[in-house]
């Protein structure tokens, strides 16, 4: 053997230790819409890879694709996991509106309060609520957002008045809702198409909250940040990490326990604390931005508010009574559960 082939071989024996203690058995693909650069993927799959992998010893390999990188358009997300084409996907079920409508009752009007007990919340109301909704599919976690707010490019929002016409892009049917009643013209949109469409004038702002504000450059392409007085923001947006079924159950007992061991209230606190962290990042890259103006809806405004809106909420409740379900229970057991883990 000449001395460069000697070298190599040492170098590959070299390093032989340094891999898995046992070679994958398992390989789980993720699926989902943002960028690889998303508080999704940094502060939450992929954490949540390295323990599965981790705590299999290496006997699962677990590989993300972001940005749609596997085909197909974000709407399609659940069934891909349903269908087996992938393993897992992270989405968000207001992208088939109407298919899971007990997460909406999170999704209403002014809801929430902070990811972390947004988040707590719906895991909770989850186990009780949403197994025969998401019967397809083995659930892993649910979780919502920091509280939504309004971003715009040139007009500030400070009462309905100033909402008047103005082209906001929303991200679930009932803030679509929420805005026409309020006096706004709604356009839907998925979330990458925003910077373009403010940078073209499409629309003159955006619904979304701190958090996702960094990624997509929102700060840079407004200057008006409008909030809610208080203790609860004008909406949220659920999401669903989710497995598929046959694959969960094909797999050997002691691995499903490590899925099942990374699953459930405390990852959903977990992932609800990232949120929140990165959405105070979201705000103070906003005000490092010269010439940005931040808002609020006072609170005899924003009184007003809640009763302009009333009948979206009233709608809802006929819309899921139509389909065997409690609405006014269903708001009142999210509320409880949102002010138990909010404290208050």
Do not use: C
Request: hydrophobic share 45%; aromatic share 8%.
């Amino acid at each position: 053997m000449d001395r460069r082939r000697f070298l190599a071989s040492a170098a590959v024996a070299l390093a032989l230790p340094l891999r898995r203690a046992k070679a994958a058995e398992v390989t789980l693909r993720i699926h989902h819409f943002l960028s690889p650069r998303s508080t999704a993927q940094l502060r939450f799959l992929e954490p949540w890879a390295e323990r599965v992998t981790q705590q299999s010893d290496g006997r699962i390999e677990v590989q993300i694709f972001p940005a749609m990188q596997l085909g197909g358009a974000p709407p399609g997300l659940y069934d891909q996991a349903r269908d087996g084409t992938v393993d897992l996907v992270w989405t968000l079920p207001a992208s088939t509106p109407g298919r899971f409508p007990s997460t909406e009752a999170f999704e209403l009007p002014f809801m929430p309060a902070s990811a972390e007990a947004n988040s707590q919340a719906i895991m909770e109301f989850g186990t009780k609520h949403l197994k025969e909704e998401f019967a397809e599919t083995q659930p892993i976690v649910w979780f919502a957002h920091d509280p939504g707010l309004l971003h715009t490019v040139s007009k500030p929002v400070r009462t309905r008045a100033d909402l008047q016409g103005l082209r906001i892009r929303f991200p679930t049917r009932l803030l679509g809702e929420t805005l026409a009643a309020l006096g706004a013209t709604p356009v839907g949109m998925p979330i990458p198409e925003v910077p373009q469409a403010l940078q073209q004038g499409v629309i003159d702002g955006a619904a979304m909250p701190w958090e996702v504000v960094p990624a997509l450059k929102v700060h840079e392409l407004t200057r008006h940040h409008t909030a809610m007085a208080g203790a609860r923001g004008l909406y949220t947006t659920t999401f669903v990490f989710t497995m598929n079924k046959a694959r969960y159950e094909s797999l050997p007992d002691d691995l499903r326990a490590v899925i099942d061991a990374n699953s459930g209230l405390e990852l959903a606190k977990e992932v609800g604390r990232a949120w929140d962290e990165n959405a105070a990042l979201g705000l103070a890259a906003a005000q490092s931005i010269p010439g940005s103006e931040f808002h609020s809806i006072a609170p005899d405004e924003l009184e007003s508010w809640k009763e302009l809106t009333r009948p979206v909420v009233d709608s809802w409740i006929r819309q899921v009574g139509e389909r065997g379900l409690d609405g006014e229970a269903l708001i009142a057991e999210a509320g409880a559960l949102i002010a138990k883990y909010a404290g208050g």
